[in-house]
């Protein structure tokens, strides 16, 4: 098997221009078409953001806002009494309000919260844990 590989003789790779040209017009066309989905697909936004820091108040208390204290989670997606899901849940349905996108189900953000590659996932969890802080000095009362 090595003797007739090594006699294979491989042609040499010249760019085809008009292949390029072809495939990049393809996926020009097929991201305009997303962007026009997702055009039709967006809703308007139902709540008001000046309200938030009011309404979390309503429904946590301000107690809950003063004796609150930060502790490291390990994310699991399978076990559901410890509601990560259903943050994620949450948290995607507000973005989704605010812009102006259409919400999903529970079970739809569980199975995509199972398919998230690690690195992502781990870029994602930095960038919503700044996202929560900053939050959180907001939400604070003093």
Same mark, same amino acid.
């Given at each position: ?7 294979? @003789? ?25 962007? @026009? ?16 820091? @009011? ?17 490291? @989670? ?69």
């Amino acid at each position: 098997m090595a003797k007739i590989a090594d006699s294979f @003789e491989v042609k040499p790779f010249v760019s085809n221009d008009q292949k390029a040209n072809a495939l990049e017009s393809q996926v020009e066309k097929q991201n305009k078409q997303s962007t @026009e989905q997702q055009a039709d697909e967006a809703v308007e936004p139902s709540f008001d953001p000046s309200q938030l820091r @009011e309404q979390f108040v309503k429904h946590v208390g301000v107690q809950a806002l003063k004796d609150f204290t930060m502790k490291c @989670e390990e994310f699991e997606k399978d076990d559901d009494s410890n509601f990560h899901i259903d943050f994620i849940y949450a948290c995607a349905n507000i973005r989704a309000l605010n812009y102006g996108l259409k919400e999903m189900d529970w079970l739809t953000v569980k199975l995509k919260a199972g398919r998230i590659v690690p690195a992502l996932a781990t870029t994602t969890a930095a960038i919503a844990g700044l996202q929560t802080i900053e939050l959180l000095k907001l939400l604070k009362v003093d």
